[in-house]
């Protein structure tokens, strides 16, 4: 198993433009959800989804959007990236993200510069 | 919601002695809580957890406490490594949703050979 992978690794992107961050997990986990990470702060959540077709805002959701058409995937889109969302972007997974025996897994992230 | 609290922001220690980090909760519906270690340019891991109907947890030279009445964890390392060097971040999440965590500010531990 891959586990959870993110694509693409570094971005830079103009303020202003759109793009979408990718993450795929292959352990057949219900749950994702999607993390950033500023400097000398910890993980925010933004957006997760308890399965197919269904997602809910987290903490700090403004400026994203996500959807989960299938199982495997849950894409973050920014629809107009703004300097204040230049950050560490961090997938994760855990099989239902409904039981306390359960272990997140976290993707190896992405970096997103916007200037 | 949830806030959570972790001190110290930084930590030094000679090798060999111990490392204590604390958080605080606010949100009583908690009963999850996961510790996460992250090296430099590498994704969170998780290292030790602590439910709520357990006070303390050992795992070789990590060990967690648990105070739900002061809502108050704490990990602490013994016997330290250079290679515990890494940011430690503390986390909690109610039994509903174990994946919709809430993380501390992290702290920064450096173990000098």
């Known amino acids: 198993n891959a586990g959870v992978t993110q694509t693409p690794k570094f971005q830079v992107l103009k303020t202003g433009q759109s793009m979408t961050l990718q993450c795929a997990q292959d352990?057949?986990?219900?749950?994702m959800s999607w993390y950033r990470q500023d400097p000398g702060m910890g993980l925010r959540l933004i957006h997760y989804?308890?399965?197919?077709?269904?997602?809910d805002q987290g903490e700090v959701p403004n400026g994203y959007n996500v959807s989960r058409s299938t199982t495997e995937d849950f894409p973050l889109r920014l629809l107009s990236a703004a300097p204040s969302q230049t950050s560490v972007y961090f997938c994760?997974?855990?099989?239902?993200?409904?039981?306390?025996?359960?272990?997140?897994?976290f993707g190896p992230g992405t970096r997103l510069l916007v200037l | 919601g949830e806030n959570v609290e972790q001190h110290p922001s930084t930590l030094s220690v000679q090798e060999g002695d111990s490392a204590v980090i604390k958080c605080t909760y606010s949100?009583?519906?908690?009963?999850?809580f996961p510790w996460y270690k992250q090296e430099l340019g590498k994704r969170p891991q998780l290292i030790i957890d602590?439910?709520?109907?357990?006070g303390e947890k050992k795992d070789q030279r990590i060990a967690v406490t648990l105070n739900k009445t002061a809502k108050h964890f704490s990990l602490h390392i013994t016997e330290t490594q250079p290679e515990d060097s890494a940011v430690y971040f503390c986390?909690?999440?109610?039994?509903?949703?174990?994946?919709?965590?809430?993380f501390g500010d992290g702290t920064t531990l450096t173990v000098k050979p």
């Open positions: 994760a997974s855990s099989p239902t993200g409904q039981s306390l025996q359960e272990t997140q897994y």
């Open positions: 352990m057949n986990h219900e749950y």
């Open positions: 989804s308890v399965g197919a077709g269904i997602t």
């Open positions: 949100d009583s519906a908690s009963n999850y």
């Open positions: 602590i439910r709520s109907n357990v």
């Open positions: 986390a909690a999440s109610a039994f509903t949703n174990a994946g919709k965590s809430t």
